[in-house]
């Protein structure tokens, strides 16, 4: 084998030449993603070989990790618009020449505990996720999307929202949807899911949200 080959180098040198942080390689490194070996003075070494398969790395092109195009819909009622979302999602990936991924979700926009969601959450933090690409932010969550998007400027994943020029009347729906779950939640904390009260003030304020559609 060539010498050469098992030649390393230090992590500023390594992470230069893989165009990303010296925090991305040690995560990547800890990850097992990347071969190292110490130093005498315990300092973490690359092997050129590696970086070699791995490189070069572009910052404006993050093929060498996945696209993920994300989706949700609120409700089982929704889910032809889940079908237009997912195409959407995919016919913009491929027009960029992007290999992508789709994940989708069937819940609220209030629900943080998504088997989908959960799942782009762990792969983005595990650094395989290099892209991310919603139809609009409040697809991935309805509030609370601006920390997602924190996670993935820290795990340098880049979010694509395609920007278009008018919103889905579903929107409009799914917002509804929300607003009626999170008033129901609130409500079951203050008088108990099986009170009078309980059910009397979801199906009066039930109402007044469908009726200002």
């Known amino acids: 084998m060539d010498n050469q080959e098992e030649m390393t180098i230090s992590i500023g040198d ?4 893989l165009g990303v942080s010296v925090k991305t390689v040690r995560r990547w490194a800890d990850a097992g993603k990347i071969r190292y070996e110490r130093s005498p003075s315990s300092h973490r070494r690359f092997y050129i070989s590696d970086l070699k398969r791995l490189a070069p790395r572009n910052p404006e092109n993050l093929d060498y990790r996945t696209t993920i195009n994300y989706a949700r819909v609120s409700s089982h009622d929704q889910k032809d618009d ?4 997912i195409k ?5 990936s491929s027009s960029k020449g992007w290999e992508f991924e ?3 979700d069937l819940g609220s926009g209030l629900n943080y505990k998504k088997k989908g969601l959960k799942s782009l959450l762990k792969r983005i933090m595990k650094g395989d996720v290099g892209r991310l690409v919603l139809t609009h932010k409040d697809r991935l969550l309805r509030f609370g999307s601006e920390l997602v998007f924190a996670m993935c400027e820290e795990f340098e994943t ?8 008018h919103e889905e009347i579903s929107f409009e729906q ?3 949807t929300d607003m009626i779950e999170l008033i129901t939640v609130f ?3 203050l008088y108990g899911s099986r009170s009078r009260k309980n059910k009397k003030l979801i199906d009066n304020m039930t109402k007044a949200v469908q009726d200002s559609e």
């Open 14 to 17: 390594a992470a230069q030449e």
């Open 82 to 85: 889940l079908t237009r979302q």
């Open 88 to 92: 959407v999602l995919e016919s913009f």
């Open 102 to 104: 789709t994940i989708s």
């Open 158 to 165: 880049e979010v694509v929202i395609i920007n278009k020029s």
């Open 174 to 176: 799914e917002l509804v």
């Open 187 to 189: 409500s079951v904390r």
